[in-house]
């Protein structure tokens, strides 16, 4: 079975600012871990990086690009987005069809927008997620804090079974790329 992994919108508009999202250096670290570990498999890894044009998230702005510390391979796949939903107009389903993909880890930012819907579309598509447990973050917001916003995550979304595919939320150290 293909694994890919995925990384929501990872970029300085949302990291490299203060404030910094939840464990933004920890989180960091655990994706260029999961990227290095899927890589080292032969398997795809997707940056997927959110755009605006009316807002300051143009796409090849400074604020657009990468967060400066995510290792990048020059087999790495690059998907630009518009909404919440990294596979809603975008290439993203015919990129991991082509590469034979059947079950997806998902990580990034934020939780409850990008993560979360990119999380339900996948699995509504079919392929198995495993959302990274620890590699996925949010900014706190007046309601919850972004603690409170991730595990409300891990707790909620692995409990979606109408999909008929797996969702499991699992510790970034815990995840394997072997088929």
Not at 27 to 54: D, T
Not at 85 to 96: A, N, V
């Amino acid at each position: 079975m293909g694994i890919a992994l995925l990384i929501v919108d990872v970029q300085r508009a949302f990291f490299d600012e203060e404030p910094r999202p939840y464990e933004a250096n920890a989180v960091v670290q655990r994706i260029n871990e999961l990227s290095s570990r899927a890589r080292a498999l032969g398997r795809p890894v997707v940056f997927i990086q959110h755009e605006r044009a009316s807002a300051n998230i143009k796409y090849g702005s400074e604020r657009w690009q990468l967060q400066c510390d995510l290792l990048i391979a020059p087999n790495d796949h690059f998907v630009r987005k518009t909404t919440p939903d990294s596979f809603l107009r975008t290439p993203l389903q015919e990129l991991l069809d082509s590469l034979d993909v059947k079950q997806v880890v998902i990580c990034g930012c934020d939780s409850e927008f990008c993560v979360d819907t990119t999380t339900r579309r996948a699995a509504a598509l079919g392929y198995a997620v495993t959302l990274a447990a620890d590699a996925h973050t949010t900014h706190d917001k007046e309601h919850a804090s972004a603690f409170a916003i991730r595990a409300h995550h891990n707790a909620t979304l692995p409990n979606m079974v109408s999909f008929g595919v797996s969702i499991q939320a699992i510790p970034s150290v815990d995840i394997s790329f072997a088929a």
